[in-house]
């Protein structure tokens, strides 16, 4: 998924409480202001989190087992759920209470007893803030030209996926895409008609990447990079031979080019379930290495690392 594709999600307000009635209360206060989850502990409400990355999570302090504080703390500590804003619920109001909460990362409280105006406006000014701090986060991002995500953000999102995939064991796919001759292209059509290019080639790719937690981003010049979780090199290997028909599909004349007399890529896939002496570094690396195995055998083509193409060993 792009960054400029991310359709605007409704709001999704979290309520952790281990009291039904409290949640029934409060359920029926905020409904109108997004979609309403609930859970009755703190572990039930992490999991629920994870899952559905509320905007916003009203959370009970005082609660059986787990409280607030400790579910608060595990909040902050997930990059996954760092994002989510938290409004501390609770009996106690006294400023020493409330300052207690704030310091813990809340950026906010409700006293009980609930009072439906005061709840609905400070959820109602905290979900305005969380949706301008999510387009500030869009912007900081997003490639310029192309709208994908930047190397920046793709490099944190590799690291973060390379790790969870570490932990799960599951195989991850990353494929680096450049586009063929494209300074041959440039030279020949200008400036301006080479960015037309990348912005139409970013479209597929932005095609191919739109399942969750799939993601695209512009690596750097002609150079894109996607990242496909929890995928197969057989799997993978189709999609690479998919994206290399659509961007040569996408018809752009290249007279100059050596593969075709259009627009192609050249394509470098790796996909391998990441272990304790890997690096997310080194996956990208055989990835490269494979993508220059593609160019040497002739461009417009994939190639997935660990293999050796017939034209490469024909020299
Ligand atoms: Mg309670």
């Known amino acids: 998924m792009t960054a400029a594709a991310l359709p605007k999600p409704p709001n999704t307000i979290l309520i952790i409480d281990d009291n039904p009635d409290t949640i029934r209360l409060l359920s029926a206060m905020v409904r109108e202001q997004g979609r309403v989850l609930f859970a009755t ?9 994870r899952m559905q990355r509320p905007q916003l999570i009203l959370l009970d302090v005082e609660m059986q087992g787990m409280d607030g504080f400790a579910v608060n703390e595990q909040i902050r500590e997930d ?15 006294s400023p020493e209470a409330e300052i207690a909460c704030l310091d813990a990362g809340a ?21 305005r803030l969380q949706s301008a701090l999510a387009a500030l986060d869009d912007l900081a991002n997003q490639d310029g ?39 041959l292209f440039n030279d ?27 993601l695209a981003a512009r690596y750097g010049g002609e150079e894109f990079v996607v990242l496909l979780p929890n995928v197969t090199p057989a799997t993978l290997l189709q999609y690479g031979d ?20 259009h627009v192609t890529a050249s394509i470098g896939l790796c996909a391998r379930i990441p272990t ?17 195995s593609a160019k040497r055998a002739g461009r417009n083509r994939s ?13």
Not at 41 to 49: I, T
Not at 189 to 202: K, M, N
């Open 188 to 214: 020949r059509y200008g400036h301006q008609r080479g960015d037309a290019c990348l912005r139409e080639v970013s479209e597929a790719l932005q095609d191919g990447a739109r399942r969750p937690g799939e």
């Open 303 to 315: 190639v997935l690392a660990g293999d050796t193409l017939p034209e490469m060993m024909t020299g």
């Open 145 to 183: 030209l192309t709208g994908l995500y930047n190397r920046r953000y793709f490099d944190r999102q590799f690291a973060a996926e390379f790790a969870r995939h570490r932990r799960h064991q599951l195989p991850l796919g990353v494929v680096l895409v450049d586009v063929d001759d494209f300074k």
């Open 242 to 261: 998919w994206l290399c028909r659509r961007i040569a599909a996408l018809g752009i004349s290249h007279p100059s080019a050596s593969a075709a007399p």
């Open 79 to 93: 990059p996954d759920l760092r994002s989510s804003a938290v409004i501390f619920v609770t009996a106690q109001s």
């Open 41 to 49: 502990s703190g572990a039930a409400g992490l999991e629920l989190a």
């Open 107 to 127: 950026v906010d409280f409700i006293p009980k007893p609930l009072n439906a105006a005061v709840v609905q406006a400070r959820v109602r000014n905290h979900l």
């Open 276 to 292: 304790e002496g890997d690096s997310a570094a080194a996956m990208l690396h055989a990835a490269d290495m494979a993508l220059y």
